[in-house]
């Protein structure tokens, strides 16, 4: 079975700093990685879909890399906002059911203004 | 429609009722998946379908748990004789092409509490 893991659980940091949230997993015979932001009481919102060819992934202030033979992933937040508060998870599919996605359980992001 | 759709977002059940959760996927999206999450985890996969077709159900907690898509579109999920449990938020997904390549959408979930 997958295990996916995420450090820190929790981290609360000054509006403005670059941050780095980091995902690991022990199956590294993955299709893909996806990371995602989830809002109190909300569903989860895709950020960056990662495939396993690829090294990493950007989208805006977000940029997600992948190193699949040490089984980690890492989200860097560059210039947060307090808007970027959320818990952010990480999911990866085992190799060999790749529509069965396993979960971390998230870092809980406060950005202070 | 333009995101996925869930209902109810709220279900209060007592213990022993039989409630059922309804997912509207976004429309062409092959793939759907159920899962579960409990307060401060994160979601645990229940079941997987591909068009009409349930190709894997192996997270389903017991067989008090029954998921259909008989249309390949909407998605029910049953649970029967709930327990406390049961509680949970249960999250709706639907990927246009399965999770091979594709993005998963979400939607907001529907939170049951089992009293």
């Known amino acids: 079975k997958q295990e996916v893991t995420q450090i820190p659980a929790a981290l609360s940091v000054p509006e403005g700093e670059n941050l780095v949230l980091n995902c690991s997993f022990t199956?590294?015979?993955?299709?893909?990685l996806q990371w995602f932001r989830q809002d109190p009481g909300k569903g989860l919102t895709s950020l960056l879909l990662?495939?396993?060819?690829?090294r990493e992934q950007t989208s805006g202030r977000l940029n997600a890399s992948l190193d699949k033979s040490s089984g980690r992933s890492t989200l860097y937040i560059a210039a947060s906002q307090p808007g970027d508060s959320a818990t952010y998870l990480c999911?990866?599919?085992?190799?060999?059911?790749?529509?069965?996605?396993?979960f971390g359980s998230g870092t809980k992001l406060n950005v202070k203004p | 429609g333009a995101g996925v759709s869930q209902s109810p977002r709220y279900k209060v059940a007592k213990r022993g009722q039989d409630v059922a959760l309804r997912c509207d996927p976004i429309?062409?999206?092959?793939?759907l998946f159920w899962y579960q999450q409990a307060l401060g985890q994160g979601p645990e996969f229940l079941t997987y379908?591909?068009?009409?077709?349930?190709?894997?159900k192996s997270g389903l907690p017991s067989d008090r748990f029954f998921a259909e898509r008989p249309e390949g579109s909407v998605s029910t999920l049953k649970i029967q004789r709930t327990q406390q449990e049961d509680s949970a938020v249960y999250l709706c997904?639907?990927?246009?092409?399965?999770?091979?390549?594709?993005?998963?959408?979400f939607g907001e979930g529907s939170r049951l509490t089992v009293l």
């Open positions: 990662i495939q396993s060819s690829q």
């Open positions: 379908f591909q068009n009409e077709a349930q190709l894997d």
């Open positions: 429309s062409g999206h092959v793939s």
């Open positions: 999911a990866v599919p085992p190799g060999d059911n790749f529509n069965k996605f396993y």
């Open positions: 199956d590294s015979a993955i299709y893909n």
């Open positions: 997904a639907s990927s246009l092409a399965g999770g091979f390549t594709g993005e998963l959408f």
